[in-house]
Nanobody
Framework: VQLVESGGGLVQPGGSLRLSCAVTGLPFRTYDWSWVRQAPGKELEQVAS????????VYADFVKGRFTISRDDTINTLYLQMNNLETEDTGLYFCATGRQIWDGQTRGQGTQVTVSS
């Protein structure tokens, strides 16, 4: 099983990034998927999730209206479009199985997002 995130980087406040997560070794289309993040010195937190066949995207309050989660089941890839980024969005972003954080969740290695002027 491999979950490989990409697309992170350094961006100024107000900027945009698009994260991708390529998944192999799992039946991608049958899973719910999430993006979670960990800011420096803080615990892991749920950012967004999406269900089977794109159903019911759910967002944390702190990203509503700015981030969009999507999936492409034809190429086993999960996305997170992040607009109007804020310094508080800085952190390591992981794609993960399921709709919520738990010990049995499968996650990738993460991609670093740094929002700074």
């Amino acid at each position: 099983v491999q979950l490989v995130e990409s697309g992170g980087g350094l961006v100024q406040p107000g900027g945009s990034l698009r994260l991708s997560c390529a998944v192999t070794g799992l039946p991608f289309r049958t899973y719910d998927w999430s993006w979670v993040r960990q800011a420096p010195g803080k615990e892991l937190e749920q950012v967004a999730s999406i269900g089977f066949a794109g159903r019911g995207p759910v967002y944390a309050d702190f990203v509503k209206g700015r981030f969009t989660i999507s999936r492409d089941d034809t190429i086993n890839t999960l996305y997170l479009q992040m607009n109007n980024l804020e310094t508080e969005d800085t952190g390591l972003y992981f794609c993960a199985t399921g709709r919520q954080i738990w010990d049995g969740q499968t996650r990738g290695q993460g991609t670093q997002v740094t929002v700074s002027s």
